[in-house]
């Protein structure tokens, strides 16, 4: 039987937990919480808030009650098979700009796998169109009122939205989107912008119809499309110049300066991508508040070079010099080699290695996307000493690039260490530490 259908069954129950205490065990199904069906993860969360709590479950076929004291907001205690107890929701789009649609044959196949959950939305922190919730589920959005969630818009404009997504209900998004509002749900917006489609006059209508729904819609993220080599027989799209990448910045920049004098919230953000593809300087830390579009890449850099400043402050330099080799991507690759000039007055010597994305090809030059082939064809001799990077390119919670070769592997093949690190602290931990 499918393992999400049996996603309810408990499968553990927290020592000295409530639900401990009342008896419940690994093995019952959980059926109902105060008369309520419990039918994923959010449905859960919201009925077993409270301080008394009628729990029903089968076990082996025999219905049972618990009363169930506790705290208000005490966690009952029970752990399922899958996170969302539940079958996760694909997406039925079929985006003219999709990442998924651009990946090469032969991929593994969870690269292959489109989602589409508002639950991981409110969960993770992942992106919804928001196309592929029937009007039950976004009624139970309403009810539970989920929140934050994260929207991807891409356009208002129903009919160019329908044409975004080649899906036919795309076009309710601002129905959709007013009634969060109105339910007092907060969202996070995101725009990827394709040259000649969504830029422009449909650009400003899409700020102007999300400005409306301000506070609630709390930010827009701008990121330009990312295209790789493998386009055949889909939609023709190019990449921004430098031109238009400088004017969409002068635009966006415009943008943020009549959003800052009306609410004091620079509100609309431009990821760090288009000042890197125009040769620009990046806006100052102060201009990206508290980061609230990281993942979409928006002020990812100035919190790198934030973390990176107030970590090296506290250390002394080094009583010998120490060279190190740091590898990334193309994109940013002057940025952080002027920031690691910094560390010069710490004994430390820098060598930044821009990797050439040959994997995927295209407009792709971020460090996230860099795959270990990537790296062995930039680090072609055997032997020498540690390669630090980003640890963005191995896949989250895992040792894995997206080549599927493991940091294993490729330690072994190129015959020295590779060592991953996160943000500037874990950096600066990491080169002024005993490991290297």
């Known amino acids: 039987?499918?393992?999400?259908?049996?996603?309810?069954?408990?499968?553990?129950?927290?020592?000295?937990?409530?639900?401990?205490?009342?008896?419940?065990?690994?093995?019952?199904?959980?059926?109902?919480?105060?008369?309520?069906?419990?039918?994923?993860?959010i449905d859960y969360e919201a009925l077993s808030v409270r301080s008394r709590l009628v729990v029903e479950v089968d076990r082996a076929g025999e219905k049972l009650r618990y009363l169930?004291?506790?705290?208000?907001?005490?966690?009952?205690?029970?752990?399922f098979e899958t996170t969302l107890m539940d079958r996760m929701q694909t997406c039925k789009n079929r985006c003219l700009f999709c990442f998924v649609d651009q990946m090469p044959k032969g991929i593994r196949s969870s690269l292959n796998v489109k989602d589409d959950d508002w639950r991981l939305s409110f969960i993770m922190g992942n992106y919804v169109t928001l196309t592929n919730v029937s009007e039950e589920e976004f009624q139970r959005i309403l009810k539970r009122r989920v929140s934050p969630l994260y929207v991807s818009v891409h356009a208002t404009n129903p009919e160019l939205r329908v044409k975004l997504m080649s899906n036919p209900t795309a076009g309710r998004i601002m129905e959709r989107l007013t009634a969060l509002k109105e339910a007092g749900i907060t969202f996070h917006t995101q725009i990827v912008l394709c040259p000649g489609l969504n830029d422009?006059?449909?650009?400003?209508?899409?700020?102007?119809?999300l400005a409306s729904l301000y506070p609630y819609c709390a930010s827009i993220a701008a990121v330009p499309v990312g295209l790789t080599k493998f386009r055949e027989g889909l939609y023709p799209l190019r990449g921004y110049t430098v031109e238009e990448a400088r004017a969409l910045i002068a635009y966006g920049e415009g943008k943020q300066a009549e959003y800052r004098a009306a609410w004091d919230d620079t509100f609309f953000y431009l990821s760090d991508e288009w000042y890197l593809t125009a040769d620009l300087p990046l806006p100052p830390t102060e201009s990206y508040g508290d980061f609230p579009q990281i993942e979409n890449g928006v002020g990812l850099l100035r919190l790198f070079e934030l973390d990176f400043r107030e970590a090296l402050a506290e250390k002394a330099p080094l009583p010998k010099p120490r060279h190190i080799t740091v590898a990334g991507g193309v994109a940013a690759n002057l940025f952080f080699k002027e920031l690691y000039?910094?560390?010069?007055?710490?004994?430390?010597?820098?060598?930044?290695?821009?990797?050439?994305?040959?994997?995927?090809?295209?407009?792709v030059h971020v460090a996230g996307l860099v795959t270990a082939g990537d790296l062995l064809r930039t680090f072609p001799e055997m032997g020498g000493g540690p390669i630090l990077i980003p640890r963005n390119m191995l896949r989250e919670k895992d040792r894995v690039f997206l080549d599927g070769v493991t940091l294993d592997e490729l330690e072994q093949r190129m015959g020295r260490r590779v060592i991953p690190f996160g943000g500037g602290k874990e950096f600066i931990e990491l080169v002024m530490g005993d490991t290297l």
Do not use: H, W
């Open 1 to 41: 039987m499918d393992r999400y259908v049996q996603g309810k069954t408990i499968t553990r129950v927290e020592k000295d937990s409530p639900a401990a205490r009342e008896g419940l065990q690994a093995g019952d199904r959980l059926l109902s919480v105060n008369g309520e069906p419990v039918k994923d993860l």
């Open 68 to 79: 169930v004291r506790k705290k208000v907001g005490e966690p009952l205690g029970l752990c």
């Open 200 to 209: 422009g006059v449909e650009l400003e209508r899409t700020l102007r119809d």
């Open 341 to 363: 000039k910094y560390l010069e007055n710490y004994n430390i010597y820098a060598d930044t290695v821009p990797v050439e994305n040959r994997f995927f090809g295209g407009n």
